[in-house]
């Protein structure tokens, strides 16, 4: 199923249709929309990408916000609400996976081809799980993920195509367990498991920024979303990251007001305090500090991220361009 437009689910003559089939197989929405709200519900695997703003996911009691600069893996069986509110339309790219899909390609990359055509698929797929987390566009997922809403855009409905395309998609995905494991390896504790506790805290205190970085938030608020100390947090997050929390949110800020800067007519002054900065003073020495010259921000494209690690503050102001 490919929807074009957001799934009209409070719609009674539209409800029978799609729950006829929702959660049952392969599903891609791609729509512009400036408000809209779902309640909780049971969900497949799926991940989340959006442009042009912010689409909120409300799971276990935090609010997630997806946008230009991030994707978002949530894992089958999860129960999760989701919204938009803006002025401006802001699209959502959303792909589910059908049931078995994502077992189904571990399986084929983990077992060798004899043991394949030995054992069919009589096998027994166990469950997978992805870290529930906003990741940075990169150079793993979201070059497969762009081409694929490309296609979505230009019309292309092929169940098959579509299919081939998620296969390699999930591929990558979890390709980033691997990433994991070696950002792992640099929290600095000698037992592996607790390397592993304090990473995905660690992650939950990065997501909470990319979520709230439009809040007056600081070491005190992301050490308490992190359930770390204060000193835990920046020792453990300086050796993850190679910087500190306070300049790693500055970055996601600066990001933000060069967005705003290049598309839309807010003055300084507003898209300061709309990006958490607070004053226009306090946005220009951020500006300065990453090398970008406001006065050309008007007439640019607006930044974005690169495919690889840090983001560039120069070019394309889409995750999908």
């Known amino acids: 199923m490919i929807y074009r437009e957001m799934p009209a689910t409070w719609d009674p003559a539209f409800r029978p249709r799609f729950y006829a089939r929702w959660g049952r197989e392969n599903a891609v929405i791609s729509a512009s929309t400036r408000s809209v709200e779902y309640p909780e519900y ?167 920024m990319h979520s709230h970085y439009r809040e007056p938030i600081g070491l005190a608020e992301i050490a308490a979303a992190s359930h770390l100390s204060r000193f835990h947090l920046l020792r453990t997050f300086k050796a993850v990251h190679g910087v500190t929390p306070s300049v790693y949110l500055n970055r996601k800020r600066t990001r933000a007001a060069c967005r705003l800067l290049a598309t839309t007519s807010m003055s300084v002054t507003e898209v300061a305090d709309a990006v958490g900065f607070g004053t226009r003073s306090t946005l220009f020495r951020q500006l300065r500090a990453a090398g970008v010259n406001r006065s050309t921000l008007r007439r640019a494209p607006t930044p974005a991220r690169r495919d690889d690690a840090e983001p560039a503050l120069a070019g394309s102001n889409r995750w999908f361009e």
């Open 42 to 208: 049971r969900q497949l695997l799926s991940i989340k990408a959006a442009s042009g703003g912010e689409e909120e996911y409300f799971i276990d009691g935090r609010r997630i916000a997806v946008d230009d600069d991030s994707y978002l893996i949530l894992n089958a069986n999860r129960s999760y609400g989701s919204r938009v509110r803006a002025l401006n339309p802001v699209h959502s790219f959303t792909i589910f996976f059908r049931p078995g899909l994502v077992e189904d390609v571990r399986r084929t990359l983990a077992t060798p081809a004899e043991r394949l055509l030995e054992s069919g698929s009589d096998d027994e797929a166990m469950p997978v799980e992805f870290a529930e987390r906003l990741r940075p566009h990169d150079a793993i997922v979201t070059p497969v993920l762009r081409h694929i809403h490309r296609e979505v855009l230009a019309g292309n409905a092929d169940e098959h195509w579509i299919e081939e395309q998620l296969q390699m998609l999930l591929a990558r995905m979890l390709g980033l367990q691997g990433e994991d494991r070696s950002a792992e390896a640099a929290v600095p504790s000698a037992r592996a498991a607790t390397r592993k506790e304090l990473y995905r805290r660690l992650e939950l205190g990065l997501t909470f």
